[in-house]
């Protein structure tokens, strides 16, 4: 496993739909803050908020992160080097690669926006949040950015962005089954939204509840402002197993098909 991995970490870095996704979500992020604290300037009606929420870590990252998923999984396929990688190695350990390298991938979508948490925190400058995620809410805090409290900021940042993958890792399975990459982007941004109202209702019935819980769609995994160390480890833990179970499924999904 561990030559595929780094085999898919080198095809990663030469790999320029990947360098594209990531440029976009610096490039948002760092409008989204700016537009944010033009929000609180006053330079933007209320009504304009709309517009800005498109970019938004919850609207961006639910977009691109099953594409990258589809097309990390994919393109060996479409490429035909799968041949050579399963030559090389196992089916277990190339699903195992692949979930390593997409989970990483997809985390790192969001880490421009910690960037912008951390750059607008330091400005010392006023920002209205668009929408209440866990960015804007540390963004639009006020106070001094100390050390202690840019640790908090990473740490949160760090686990949000672990739970968002989490939250797509079901796009896993589905791009190893389908392999088509367009149409894994489609069916994983709708399930991005309808998943938490799922998680939600579920959470409501009795029995049900304790099933969402071991899940990262439970309302208590997601982090926020002021979160302390325990949450945070135990929201990781949860959306690090919830991967990994995405991976066995992913395996089992590519043991009973066809390669050709």
């Known amino acids: 496993m561990i030559n595929q991995l780094r085999a898919d970490l080198f095809v990663l870095t030469r790999s320029s739909l990947a360098w594209l996704c990531l440029l976009a979500s610096t490039a948002a992020a760092a409008l989204y803050t700016w537009l944010q604290h033009s929000l609180a300037m006053g330079d933007l009606s209320s009504n304009a908020a709309n517009g800005v929420q498109g970019l938004s870590d919850i ?25 050579n990688a399963l030559l090389g190695s196992c089916r277990g350990a190339f699903a195992a690669a692949k979930t390593v390298v997409a989970a990483l991938l997809v985390t790192a979508l ?8 951390l750059v607008g925190r330091a400005t010392d400058a006023e920002f209205v949040p668009a929408i209440p995620t866990a960015f804007s809410l540390m963004l639009a805090e006020a106070g001094e950015l100390t050390g202690s409290e840019a640790g908090s900021i ?15 890792a ?25 998943a938490d109202l799922l998680a939600g209702t579920a959470a409501d019935v009795e029995g049900l509840d304790v099933l969402v819980r071991l899940t990262p769609f439970s309302a208590e995994h997601a982090p926020g402002p002021g979160a302390d160390g325990g949450d945070l480890l135990a929201s990781a833990a949860v959306s690090v197993a919830f991967i990994a179970v995405m991976g066995v499924v992913s395996w089992v999904v590519l043991r009973r098909s066809d390669i050709k």
């Open 59 to 83: 609207v961006l990252v639910s977009l691109l992160g099953p594409l990258l998923y589809g097309v990390i999984v994919a393109q060996p396929f479409d490429t035909k080097s799968v041949h």
């Open 110 to 117: 969001s880490l421009p926006y910690a960037a912008g948490v």
């Open 154 to 168: 990473l740490a949160v940042s760090v686990t949000t962005a672990l739970v968002t993958a989490a939250k797509l």
């Open 170 to 194: 079901v796009c896993l399975p589905l791009a190893f089954w389908l392999k088509r990459p367009l149409v894994v982007m489609a069916i994983g941004f709708v399930w991005s939204f309808v």
